[in-house]
C-alpha cells in the first residue's frame, strides 16, 4: 500500500469505529410500556392460571345445596387441590348436610394422594440429604488424603526419630565410649 492510501483510510477507519461506539444499541431488556387496557387482560390471565384456593369443608355444603352437581364438585376439588382428614363426625355432617359419597370419597382419596406425596417427598428429602452428607464425608475424606504427607504411613508421624527410644548422644543406647556424658563449657567432657 502507498502512503496516500494510508493516510486516505486511517481517517475512515477512524471514524467508522467512533460511529460505531456512538451507536445506540437496543436492548433486550429494554422497558415497554402497555396500555392500561392490556396491562389489565394480562392480569387477568396471570389470575386466572393461578390455582384457586382450597375449599372449606362449609363451601363444599354450601355448594351442594346451591345445586352444584357431584361431578362439578369433584372437579372443583381436584382443580382447587382441596383435601381435609375428615374426622368419623364431618363425615357424618356431610352426609346430614345431603352432601353425594362420592364427594365424600373424593375429599379422602385427596387427603390420601397429599400424604402419599408427602411421604414420598420427605423420603427423597432425606435421601438427598444422606447422598449429601456421603458427598461431603467423601470430599472431606480426599482432602484429608490430599493435604496428609505421603511419609505419613510408615512411622506416624513427620516429626519420627529413629533414635528417640534410645536418646540424644547414644547411638543405639550402648554405653561404653559412647555413654552419657557430662560437662562444663567447651570440649570438656567427664566419663565415669
Sequence with gaps: MNRRTVQFLLPVMGSLLLAACVAPSASPQAI??????????????????????????????????????????????????????????????????????????????????????????????????????????????????ALAPHYYPPYGSPFYDPMRPYGYGQPFGYPGSFGPRGGFGWGIGIRR
Design 32 to 145: 415497554q410500556r402497555l396500555e392500561p387496557a392490556e396491562f389489565a387482560a394480562r392480569v387477568a390471565a396471570i389470575d386466572a392460571a393461578r390455582p384457586a384456593a382450597p375449599l372449606s369443608l362449609d363451601e363444599i355444603v354450601r355448594k351442594w345445596k346451591a345445586g352444584a352437581g357431584s361431578s362439578a364438585l369433584v372437579d372443583e376439588i381436584r382443580r382447587t387441590g382441596t383435601r381435609h382428614a375428615l374426622t368419623p363426625q364431618d363425615v357424618e355432617r356431610l352426609r346430614g348436610q345431603g352432601v353425594a359419597p362420592e364427594v365424600i370419597d373424593e375429599i379422602r382419596a385427596a387427603q390420601a394422594r397429599w400424604a402419599a406425596d408427602q411421604a414420598s417427598a420427605d423420603k427423597v428429602r432425606k435421601l438427598t440429604a444422606e447422598a449429601a452428607a456421603e458427598d461431603r464425608a467423601r470430599a472431606e475424606a480426599a482432602r484429608r488424603r
